[in-house]
């Protein structure tokens, strides 16, 4: 991947640069930097209204093909986009599991069908889904899924029953997509369904998770009797784990880019605050901000290693991405309490000491969700390295 800009891409980046500066304002100020629901005072109509506004400039699906609605951007503008997007402030995507994660899915493994239906809703910021994936018993090991669905013999839909949770802002959501069990007796990654499922209906209730910061972003989604069409399903019935697998591999795709620039934007924070606390003086937590630039530089090279490899080119690689940067961030968050000391402890109005405090409370959590580190260690060692179980 050649890292100079061409001039085109340079004059992409500025038209970027300026659309968010002359659009996130005003109305939308109180959305700059905001993380997403967890973060204090977000507001989800609000946000849906960014989403809007994001969708009609055609900032959404700026990598899907044209034939699918989006704009067949190259990889090197829609990384331009995703770092832009974040260093001018984006908040949070409400629209990101349905932009990132299943339209690409149901571009690869949908039907015209469901294409023609879903993805312009998508396209449009007017359609938002949440992730089916996680269960109590089933979180890192995700083939341990329980939640049943049959077939309703006189209707032909899919019956669901059983329990999500962490179900990242279904709250706000207005379809999910489930990892259901479709054969009876089978386990582990046999007999799996991906199921597309209508959230506002009577069988489905969504119970917010209240975190110790008072927020609830995650939730979780009880099926009793919840339905579908018989037609909703992603691949072949009994393929879902394949289909979910695909899946993941989308939601670390280009995006990533842009998560990394957050993280820049968080560690910029902690540099801003050690300067202007007088904490940058100690010489130790320089070497540690010193640490935490070189961490994130190898992230981004790394990301960008695998972003412009052939298919099968780097085998194994991708594998790391998770537990490096998870615990990249979680020792960011531990060096943010440091640069903060004892005013850390202190809850007030200061947005500054909010922003450092929640990265250290969120972060705590990278190491856990989308997989353990112990769970992602073994992944490593057995997919990656080929060592026995």
Same mark, same amino acid.
């Given at each position: ?16 640069q ?35 506004t994001?969708? +009609? $400039? #055609? ?10 609605? *989006? =704009?067949?951007?190259? %990889? &090197? ?43 312009p809703?998508? +396209? $449009? #910021? ?10 109590? *018993? =089933?979180?890192?090991? %995700? &083939? ?22 962490w ?36 069988g ?5 998770i ?5 927020s609830?972003e ?22 879902g784990w ?25 560690l ?6 050690a ?6 003086r ?17 992230l981004?090279f ?7 490899a ?11 991405s ?21 005013a ?8 500054t000491?909010?922003r ?6 969120g972060?705590?959590a990278?190491?856990?969700y989308?997989g353990t ?14 060592m026995?179980?």
């Amino acid at each position: 991947m050649n890292l100079i800009e061409t001039d085109d891409e340079r004059a992409f980046r500025a038209d970027v640069q300026g659309w968010m500066r002359s659009h996130l304002q005003g109305e939308f100020e109180p959305l700059r930097g905001c993380h997403g629901p967890g973060a204090p005072g977000f507001d989800g109509a609000l946000a849906k209204r960014w989403e809007q506004t994001l969708a +009609r $400039a #055609g900032w959404v699906g700026i990598g899907w093909p044209r034939e699918a609605g *989006g =704009a067949a951007m190259p %990889l &090197a503008q829609q990384m331009i986009f995703h770092e832009e997007y974040v260093r001018g402030g984006g908040p949070g995507r409400l629209g990101h599991i349905g932009e990132q994660l299943l339209a690409p899915t149901l571009i690869a493994y949908g039907t015209d069908e469901q294409k023609a239906r879903f993805l312009p809703g998508i +396209r $449009a #910021g007017t359609a938002y889904w949440a992730q089916g994936y996680s269960e109590p *018993g =089933a979180g890192s090991d %995700l &083939a341990n899924v329980r939640t049943r669905a049959r077939r309703d013999a006189a209707s032909g839909d899919w019956v669901i029953d059983g329990q999500k949770v962490w179900t990242s802002w279904a709250h706000e959501s207005d379809w999910i997509f489930v990892l259901a069990r479709t054969e009876p007796g089978s386990e582990r990654h046999q007999g799996l369904t991906l199921l597309l499922v209508p959230l506002h209906q009577d069988g489905i209730t969504i119970r917010p998770i209240r975190q110790m910061t008072g927020s609830a972003e995650f939730n979780e989604v009880f099926f009793d009797g919840a339905r579908t069409e018989g037609a909703l399903h992603l691949g072949a019935p009994g393929q879902g784990w394949k289909v979910a697998m695909a899946l993941l591999g989308f939601e670390r795709g280009v995006s990533t880019l842009g998560q990394q620039a957050h993280f820049r934007h968080e560690l910029d924070l902690v540099i801003e605050t050690a300067r202007a606390n007088g904490a940058a003086r100690d010489a130790l937590l320089r070497q540690r901000i010193a640490q935490a630039a070189l961490g994130l530089a190898t992230l981004r090279f790394h990301a960008l290693r695998l972003l412009g490899a052939q298919d099968g080119a780097l085998p194994g690689a991708a594998y790391t991405s998770k537990y490096a940067w998870s615990n990249w961030r979680r020792d960011l968050g531990r060096l943010a309490m440091d640069v903060l000391g004892a005013a850390g402890d202190v809850v007030d109005d200061d947005t500054t000491r909010q922003r450092l405090q929640l990265l250290w409370l969120g972060s705590r959590a990278d190491t856990i969700y989308a997989g353990t580190n112990e769970i992602q260690l073994n992944q490593i060692a057995e997919r990656a390295l080929g060592m026995p179980r």
